[in-house]
């Protein structure tokens, strides 16, 4: 069974919203999807937080182009989710040009009334 937030919103809709605010770098749509203690892991190693991942989008440092979800499996039971998603993304990410498939792993959960990502990664797909 399919579990709502309190505006009806189930965790894919939610994850299509979040994936609409990437392509417009919408920082007001990404602060309601991304948990205040957001902790993503980048290809890199390093970790970032919600604060530096709307910073990225409103200074124009991270410009999606392009994000073309392939895949998605979504795990979701009493409020919390995972969701793995393969896209097709093309972006700007501090000066250098991304492109290519890409691994998304998201962790859900509804806070607030509503659903936000808490936990994630993201790696490139050779």
Known sequence: MTTRDASG????????ALHEAMRRSDTDALRNVLFEGLAFELPDGSVTDREADLNAH??????FEQILELHR????????ARVDS?????????G??????MSYLRYWSIIDGR??????????VP
């Open 9 to 16: 919103r189930s965790v894919d809709e939610a994850q299509d």
């Open 58 to 63: 409103s200074t124009g440092a991270v410009r």
């Open 73 to 80: 499996s979504t795990r979701e039971h009493a409020g919390r």
């Open 86 to 94: 393969l896209v097709d993304a093309r972006l700007i990410d501090d």
């Open 96 to 101: 250098h040009r991304v492109e290519g498939k």
């Open 115 to 124: 659903w936000q990502v808490i936990a994630g990664s993201v790696q490139p």
